[in-house]
């Protein structure tokens, strides 16, 4: 049993065999008498048990937490520190750490399966190095980690020519339950032994992501200086001293790479630089106050970058897969990319002051299919940085060719290396996996340039948003390559210019071939649909407005941000975002509307119609027109026709009223539609709609009017005249008899011939008095007798 535990070729002292035998008869007596004794069920269980036991990782875990140097040269001396941890329930008595090194890995497809099983018990464990190169505990407690180091001459390794070893890094001890000498853990690295320069060194382009999720809104403060509104403010804590992206210019600018921007994380932090605010709970926000955080990283970023190449995406890093599937049906999405590439190069011009190039397209992980490639190239780019587990090798090339590819119509794949560019995923939080992962790159990449003598470019395109832990695993990575003898930088255009392969694949996969894993993150058409819905929007409110900038520039970028590839894996997230724009933009456009009407009620033929325009917003608007439409013209024309228009402007702030020429044909109730359109035609806002009630004044009612004005004056003249002739005879009736003639008495008389019946008529209307609308006749009751000579009677 001892024996099964041994290392494949390793040559253990014959003293320590000798012991492992020993105690392996000693323990396995009183075994065997126990195990003939026990019954079928308990045999069943100890088989599980011993399964359990017999795990591949082993009971204790071994951490390789550094070695140094990565890549040792002649007369160097290895250092590997790292930890043991006991995960097992029993402690392990006489512990060693030993060193072993292993055959030479002569493929990169040798490397990748070894680090598949970087901690597996079984397989090739290579040889120990033994002597005073180990490290002893005499008791591993469960649960309690203990610390190593072990420094080792090179020459002591054995290593042979040129090429990557295996160095394992192995655990062996004893328990109660087994008391011999057994390997209890393990754990796997590389080194890679390159003493001399190579004859041919790789020319290597490492590509820097500096990219990051969205983080501005569409809405903007009525400010002259349009305050910007941020979702949050992750952005700052992303720049904050050990925040990811300050690592990643930190760490960067002492690297030769080729760094690949996205300019809206440029406008991001150019925009913090500045007033800005950020969204609270609700509908609250906040002033932002990291100007100072945001000035001091685009500072530090503009010292990185120079002399260095830099590759600008398209603004927001639209997701062209998502486009190429889903997005091309939909009209205007490429014209959105078409937009975001234009936009691209000046704000890196802006906020960095260098010319970036804009040639590049870069996929989703690389990944391409013919509708992918025919997007990337439609804004411009006639180079696609694709990846090798994509495009992949269907020819007998014994070598990994170079990065280069003619794909046809004059576009050139720019194939990355799929084993170099993610070895730096998953969680290298702990510095166990982050050195792992560092020499697992050192050696595919030496394993690389050792496959043939010919002179090749390969590009090292890495996940898009490193976490801080990643980009200090890839900055350590890139130092010690870069340090080492067989690579030499490139940049990313070089590579792409590069003379390709003859027998390399060029043929693009088929659509067919796309990995479902990536499709199933992709946006959806709905999401495109609302894109374009936003823009049509857009499009209709910026010809009214007198400056347009203000709106077309913060929603421009926003539709943008709404296509990044940053939301993959975010669908919430991102349907969030493209309804708060459309939200915010009906928002601004409903600024500019018509105020409600309630009935309107025309007397006459003819009359106008006001109808009110008010703007809410704080530009003024203008290019457009109000039309007024009867819904009935054969009651009721605008301006003699079914309607009529009228150019609008309105300043900020203010409202107009205009007013409407209406002829009613005849009389009764008629709805009235009121419209805003844009010069070209399109409806602008909601209709109001009212009703217009005519009531005619015709000529007969005119007459009758009149005539009953014209009575009511005669009737007042007569009673006047009546009144006057009365006062004349109270008069007359005053004068003493004597004074008056036998003459006068006779003329008097035939004065007041009639008198007593007018005399009868004004008493009763003193004493009740007619008003013009009284039933009654005018004058007093006819009489019945026959009229006497001279008497006048009223018909």
Known sequence: MAEAADFPGMAPSPARR????????????????????????????????????ASDTGTVAVAVDSLSPGVPTDGDTLTVSGTVTNNGKQAVTDAQVDLRVGSELTTRSAIETMAEKADALSGATGTEVGGKYVATFAELTPGVPQRFSISVPVGELDLGDDGVYPLGVSLSGETAAKPWEQLLGIQRTFLPWQPEKAKTATRTTVLWPLMSTVHMTAETGSNEQQTPLFLNDDLAEEISPGGRLDQ???????????????????????????????????ATTTAG?????????????????????????????????????????????????????????????????????????????????????????????????????????????????????????????????AELSTVFEGDLTRASTSTLAVQEFLAQSLALNLQTGKERSIVVAPQRMPTASQAQTMAAAVTALQDGTWSQSQQLTAAAAAKPDAAATTKVPSRTKYRATLRKQELPRTAFEEIAATQDKLDNFKVILTDESRVVTPFGRAVNREMSTSWRGRST??????????????????????????????????????VTVQNNLVQGVEHLVLRLSSTNPTRLEIGGEPYAEQRIAVSGGHSTTVKFTTSANVNGQTSVVAQLYTEDGREYGAPVTFDVKVTEITATVMLVIGGGVLLLVLAGFRMYTQRKRAAAREAEEDVPDESIGAEDTDALLRETEVLPAEESTVRHGAEDPVQPSDGTPDTAAESTDPPRTGERVDR
Do not use: C
């Open 18 to 53: 000798w012991l492992r035998r020993t105690g392996a008869l000693l323990a396995g007596a009183p075994l065997l008498a126990g195990l003939l004794q026990l019954p079928a069920s308990s045999a069943h269980a100890e088989g599980r048990a011993s399964a359990a036991e």
């Open 248 to 282: 990643m210019v930190s760490l960067g600018k002492d690297l030769d790479v080729t760094w690949l921007i996205d300019p809206d994380l440029l406008a991001s932090v150019d925009a913090m630089a500045g007033r800005y605010d950020v969204r609270g709970d609700g």
């Open 289 to 417: 106050t990291h100007q100072a955080l945001a000035k001091q990283w685009l500072a530090q970023l503009q010292k990185a970058v120079e002399g260095k190449e830099v590759v600008a995406l398209p603004f927001a890093d639209p997701d062209l897969a998502s486009l190429a599937h889903n997005g091309t049906g939909v009209t205007g999405s490429l014209s959105q990319l078409k937009a975001a590439t234009d936009v691209a190069a000046t704000t890196v011009e802006t906020v960095l002051h260098i010319t970036p190039s804009t040639d590049f397209a870069w996929p989703v992980e690389g990944a391409v299919d013919p509708s992918i490639v025919k997007v990337a190239t439609s804004a411009g780019a006639d180079k696609v940085i694709a990846r090798s587990d994509s495009l992949k090798e269907t020819g007998s090339l014994s070598y990994t060719p170079s990065a280069a590819r003619p794909i046809g119509g004059g576009t050139t794949a720019v194939v990355a290396d």
């Open 573 to 610: 997230a991102a349907s969030s975002f493209r309804q708060g724009v459309q939200s915010y933009l009906d928002t601004l456009a409903d600024q500019v509307k018509l105020i409600q009407k309630s009935e309107t009620k025309l007397s006459g033929r003819s009359a106008t119609i006001p």
